[in-house]
């Protein structure tokens, strides 16, 4: 199985609003709405940030959102927080009752 | 509140076998409808799901690793561990177990350091 793909790096200013894109197969991202996209900090384990496509975890702040449309899934982030900064992950599950993880994207809050 | 903790060897030899156990606290393994499962990073690099179990014990692996990864659980222990035979300096990685209910992994150890070298 092949990686999920992301965008190496995106950037914004505070207050601004970024999305990253998470493109995959039609045998893993648009075959179901099981994508869930993950915040890390440096040194620290993965967070999810959001489920099943478009759900918040408890806790999760409403400025996280994400959508999907074919291949391709959204995780949007909008007005940008410094401790926003951080490693995003899309991860998906696949055809063949297996998980895949995008290569990951730096955020960077200017 | 259910926590996760990583242990094993910090270091295993080239071609030998890294094993690792994961222990949970705070609930059971056992419980209805959970997965649990490991997840990679080497140094620098992205994350790479390696396998689940669900709780009846079905496994799941990642086709890539299948060859060389065995996951089991230890009910009597509250335990779940990975085996990962032959490895090399590719398999030098922060390894995480996470518990996932459906399709995501929505709780995470803290990860723990694997280095191959002699």
């Known amino acids: 199985q092949s990686d999920l793909t992301q965008p190496a790096s995106v950037s914004g200013s505070p207050g601004q609003s970024i999305t990253i894109s998470c493109t995959g197969t039609?045998?893993?991202?648009?075959?179901?709405?099981?994508v869930s996209w993950y915040q890390q900090h440096p040194g620290r384990a993965p967070k999810l940030m959001i489920y099943?496509?478009?759900n918040r975890p408890s806790g999760v702040s409403s400025r996280f959102s994400g959508s999907k449309s074919g291949n391709t899934a959204s995780l949007t982030i909008s007005g940008l927080q410094p401790e926003d900064e951080a490693d995003y992950y899309c991860?998906?599950?696949?055809?063949?009752?297996?998980?895949?993880f995008g290569g990951g994207t730096k955020l960077t809050v200017l | 509140q259910l926590q996760l903790q990583e242990s094993g060897p910090g270091r295993v030899k080239p071609s030998e076998t890294l094993s690792l156990t994961c222990t949970v606290s705070g609930g059971s393994i056992s419980s209805s409808g959970y997965y649990w499962g490991w997840i990679r990073q080497p140094p620098g690099k992205g994350l790479e799901w390696i396998a689940s179990i669900y709780y009846s014990g079905t496994t799941y692996y990642n086709p890539s690793l299948k060859s060389r990864v065995t996951i089991s659980e230890h009910t009597s222990k509250n335990q779940f561990s990975l085996r990962l035979n032959s490895v090399t300096a590719a398999d030098t990685a922060m390894y995480y177990c996470?518990?996932?209910?459906?399709?995501?992994?929505?709780?995470w150890g803290q990860g723990t350091l694997v280095t191959v070298s002699s």
């Open positions: 991860n998906s599950y696949t055809a063949s009752t297996t998980w895949v």
């Open positions: 039609s045998s893993d991202v648009g075959a179901y709405n099981y």
């Open positions: 099943d496509v478009t």
């Open positions: 996470a518990r996932h209910r459906g399709y995501n992994f929505g709780l």
